[in-house]
């Protein structure tokens, strides 16, 4: 294929819909799609950071920002990490996606903490992260159907946080991060424009976690989590030097319910709302004077970021329609076995993602294991690419993990949720 149909396959490729990439698929702003079309999607590059990465927070409709902290924290909301009970963990998770389309596409994230400050007080925390998202192997041709070489495209992002308690209630964290998409990767480019596009960006986020209702004695009661996150605030990426695309910037705010129903089975209900931070597609005359919509790429990071509260063709209707919704519920069992479901809804306006999801999860001394399902919903379920999509994550409790090499018994942990102070 030549490079312009490459650009337009491979970000087809790594999004959520096929819709997800018009904006990216061309040399200029105009998608070609007329107002009375079906979708009116918002479009941004390097969307695999808006792939929730792992199976926990997979198997309960893609939530995260306010449910209790584990070694994923840094993505969904970087500040619970400074309220995390344990003082170190890693994360490994594996997804492949879009496996309905093409079968060598993944997503790697790995993930990890470590906690510090007084002996008795360690309110800090330190994060890294790392995501690596594959496209599989290419071969490329030009218009001519000549070989012009084999790639592998392949994008990913190096992350460090930082996360302070002010409180044993409230949290706040900021991340940094670059970003690196080169989906162009093997092709021979002489003569052309292309290059591989990066980015840099930073993540703000904000934790309060409270008891509600009576003590049940052992420091058991139920919580009421609220979170903020701001993520993916940052530059522009551009592969051509004719065009720059806006990141995924987005705001999210989360709540998340704890219910211990006695000392060995707990409930967590979770909500989360998220809204793409950039700007919607706009309505313009075409040649033949017919409306249709267009992106404005040209808008500056900040003006899109607080146009975009206000620039929906259709008004405030409109801009509700552009909010993201994720409920999820998980049940525990001692903290060690765990069943969980949710549901992901986008207005059919704005991609038309909907799906439910089931997830299952075991933890034994210092390792953890999930497990993540989708099942698409809606008028879309019977061609949504994301059929069949699963997640795999597995942890380790690196506090006591020499312990555990050595074979000596795990430690009693002085901060363990279930013998926690009283707020």
Do not use: H
Not at 42 to 60: E, H, L, N
Not at 253 to 265: F, K, T, W
Request: glycine share 10%; proline share 4%; aromatic share 12%.
């Amino acid at each position: 294929m030549n490079l312009n149909k490459l650009l337009i396959c491979t970000l087809l490729l790594s999004v959520f819909a096929a819709d997800y990439a018009l904006a990216q698929s061309g040399t200029g702003s105009g998608s070609g799609q007329t107002v009375g079309d079906e979708y009116r999607t918002i479009t941004t590059a390097v969307p695999f950071m808006r792939i929730s990465p792992d199976a926990r927070s997979g198997g309960m409709g893609d939530v995260g920002i306010a449910l209790s902290p584990d070694a994923n924290a840094q993505y969904w909301n970087v500040s619970k990490l400074a309220l995390m009970k344990k003082e170190a963990g890693v994360s490994i998770s594996y997804t492949p996606w879009l496996r309905d389309l093409v079968p060598d596409i993944s997503l790697t994230n790995i993930a990890g903490y470590f906690k510090f400050g007084e002996e008795d007080n360690k309110n800090q925390a330190v994060s890294i992260g790392l995501r690596y998202f594959s496209l599989g192997d290419i071969s490329y041709t030009d218009i001519n159907a000549q070989n012009i070489g084999t790639g592998k495209p392949r994008e990913f992002a190096v992350s460090a946080g930082y996360s302070r308690a002010l409180s044993e209630k409230f949290a706040i964290g900021l991340t940094g991060k670059y970003i690196s998409s080169n989906i162009i990767n093997g092709a021979a480019t002489a003569g052309s424009n292309y290059s591989p596009g990066k980015s840099f960006a930073v993540d703000f986020g904000a934790y309060y976690s409270t008891r509600i209702g009576p003590d049940m004695g052992e420091g058991l009661g139920s919580r009421l989590n609220l979170g903020l996150a701001v993520t993916n605030l940052g530059t522009k990426v551009s592969y051509s030097t004719d065009r720059k695309d806006f990141i995924p910037t987005n705001i999210g705010l989360g709540a998340a319910y704890e219910y211990y129903i006695d000392e060995y089975n707990k409930l967590t209900f979770a909500l989360d709302l998220n809204k793409l931070l950039v700007p919607s597609p706009l309505i313009r005359l075409d040649s033949n004077d017919q409306q249709e919509l267009y992106y404005p790429t040209d808008k500056t990071v900040l003006s899109g970021i607080f146009g975009s509260f206000n620039d929906a063709p259709d008004g405030g209707s409109e801009e509700l329609k552009e909010v993201m919704t994720s409920v999820g519920v998980e049940y525990g069992y001692q903290e060690q076995f765990f069943a969980r479901a949710g549901y992901f809804y986008e207005s059919q306006l704005k991609g038309d993602r909907r799906y439910f999801t089931l997830g299952l999860g075991v933890k034994y001394n210092v390792f953890g294991l999930d497990f993540a399902y989708l099942v698409p919903s809606g008028s879309g379920q019977n061609r949504n690419p994301l059929s069949n999509t699963l997640r795999f994550t597995l942890m380790f409790d690196m506090e006591n993990f020499g312990e555990f090499v050595k074979g000596k018994p795990k430690k009693e942990d002085k901060n363990d949720s279930r013998k926690s102070k009283d707020d």
